[in-house]
């Protein structure tokens, strides 16, 4: 049971190249979340699935997109990196319970991307 | 904006101390809130959630929440060198979504 599994754990990309991070969960989780890390901003939402084929912007969406592929992964697109994308990525899931106090959130041990 | 505020700290005490960690957040709707230990590197991991007001006890960790000041706090018992840490505070609102605090340093001395 690996939980929430990112790749690639570290990335150098040039200003204008685009990549794909890319998340998957073996939790049978329904949703799935990226956020974005900064020195002294906290963990920022980018973007949520709620389920399969469904995608919600959140804080801080302009330039990326994401793709709900099935219930399992969901992937963060950068078109044209810029240095201001130089951060620390988490995907995480939510895991769906009855009490809805107990909606915890599941990361991912994260992605380091750094645009030159 | 849904903001959750946190001391940045960096917030030290001995070991064997209680260190007590805040938080306030604005969204009167959010339903329940969390705490997460963040070390350096690492990913956030749950500590605990609280969604009642109150307190609410899990070994050496106390969660105490008061909608009313719209205030959540964390208290850490009997601290280790092993607590040193960044605590994320957190909320979640109506709609699924989760809303993050900058975190609080915090380091234990031996």
């Known amino acids: 049971n690996a939980g929430v599994t990112q790749t690639p754990k570290f990335q150098v990309l040039k200003t204008g190249q685009s990549m794909t991070l890319q998340c998957a969960q073996d939790?049978?989780?329904?949703?799935m979340y990226w956020y974005r890390q900064d020195p002294g901003m906290g963990l920022r939402l980018i973007y949520y699935s709620a389920s399969e084929g469904t995608t919600d912007k959140g804080e801080v969406p302009n330039g990326y997109n994401v793709s709900r592929l099935n219930k399992r992964e969901f992937s963060l697109r950068l078109e044209s990196a810029a240095p201001s994308q130089t951060s620390v990525y988490f995907c995480?899931?939510?895991?769906?319970?009855?009490?809805?106090?107990?909606?915890?959130?599941?990361f991912g041990a994260g992605s380091r991307l750094t645009v030159l | 904006q849904k903001e959750v505020e946190q001391n940045s700290g960096p917030l030290s005490v001995p070991e064997g101390a209680i260190a007590s960690l805040n938080c306030t957040y604005s969204?009167?709707?959010?339903?329940?809130f969390f705490w997460y230990r963040q070390y350096s590197g690492k990913s956030p991991e749950l500590i605990m959630f609280i969604y009642s007001n109150g307190d609410k006890e899990d070994g050496r960790f106390t969660a105490q929440l008061n909608k009313a000041s719209q205030y959540v706090s964390l208290l850490i018992r009997d601290s280790q060198p092993s607590d040193s840490a960044t605590y994320l505070c957190a909320q979640r609102d109506t709609g699924n979504q989760f809303y993050f605090g900058t975190g609080t340093s915090l380091t234990v001395i031996p």
């Open positions: 995480a899931s939510r895991r769906d319970r009855e009490k809805a106090g107990a909606n915890v959130l599941t």
């Open positions: 969204d009167r709707g959010s339903q329940s």
């Open positions: 939790m049978n989780h329904n949703s």
